[in-house]
Each structure stands twice: as structure tokens, then as C-alpha cells.
């Protein structure tokens, strides 16, 4: 009977853990919009899906993002512009594949619909440093894995 009761108690505690690494995370940040684009039109001129490049100034290094949203996300972020800072909420969540992915669900007051497999949506990123040879400049290095001081600003970043 013990031998139940242990087993029991393992299955329920292996399925609280993976429970655990299925729940959400939600960050709030802001962006810089760099770029944004009609990417579809409807006859009548309406925007059916917007892209909007956005930098992260609040992340060391290079970050930026690619978003897409749909005609009712691109009439609601009507009022952006290129240069405006913008709120964003990102959501944070465990993958079935085994990681973590994140993307942007709202920015402003504008929700958006979380596509994760979207060609449209995507993030780049990268930290380069100067490469010196005998004290001089010889160029730059860049490497794009996320690195300490961006996932202590941005955890979200993180591929864990």
C-alpha cells in the first residue's frame, strides 16, 4: 500500500511541475514603432493587416521585434506613428515543443491576436562589441543568443 501512496505522490508532484512550466507570463514594457506597414488592403482602402517593426530602447543591445495584427488591430493602432514610444504587453508561455516563446498580445490599449506560428511576426535581436586587433578597431562581433543583462532587463528574451 505505501508503495501506491509514493507512487501516487510522485505522479501528482511530476504533474504539478509540468503544470507549472504551462502557465503564463505577462510583461509590460515599452517600444519605439521604426516602421509601419499596410500589408494587406481591402477594395474600399481599409487596412486589412499592419506590420509594426519595434525596437525595445529598454533592452540592451539590438532588439527589435516584427508584429502583425489584423484589420481590427490595425484600425485600433491607427493613431501610431513612426517615433511614438508605446506600451506593450507581452505574454510569456510554455510551448508544447519544450521552450518558452513570447509575443506582443497589446500595445497601447489595442489587443492584438497572438498568431505563433505567423510568418508576419517575428523578433531579431543581437549584442555586438568592437573587435580589437593590436589596440586598434578592426571591425565588430555580434552574436544573437540572448545574453546576462538582457534577460535580467527583459526576462521575457529568455529561450530556457
Given amino acids: 500500500m505505501n508503495g501506491r501512496r509514493a507512487a501516487l505522490a510522485l505522479a501528482i508532484t511530476l504533474g504539478l511541475t509540468g503544470s507549472a512550466c504551462s502557465k503564463a507570463k505577462r510583461f509590460e514594457s515599452a517600444v519605439q514603432i521604426v516602421r509601419k506597414e499596410a500589408v494587406e488592403k481591402g477594395p474600399d482602402g481599409t487596412t486589412l493587416q499592419v506590420d509594426y517593426e519595434l525596437e525595445w530602447d529598454a533592452c540592451p543591445g539590438d532588439q527589435f521585434q516584427v508584429i502583425r495584427g489584423g484589420r481590427w488591430f490595425a484600425e485600433c493602432t491607427s493613431k501610431f506613428e513612426v517615433g511614438d514610444e508605446v506600451p506593450v504587453y507581452v505574454r510569456y508561455w510554455w510551448d508544447d515543443r519544450g521552450y518558452y516563446r513570447w509575443d506582443i498580445e497589446r500595445m497601447g490599449d489595442c489587443w492584438r491576436t497572438i498568431e505563433p506560428d505567423s510568418v508576419g511576426s517575428y523578433e531579431k535581436g543581437q ?10 578597431k578592426n571591425g565588430f562581433a555580434c552574436s544573437r543568443r540572448p545574453f546576462g543583462s538582457l534577460i535580467k532587463r527583459c526576462p521575457w528574451m529568455a529561450r530556457e
Fill in 127 to 136: 549584442d555586438c562589441k568592437d573587435v580589437e586587433n593590436q589596440g586598434l
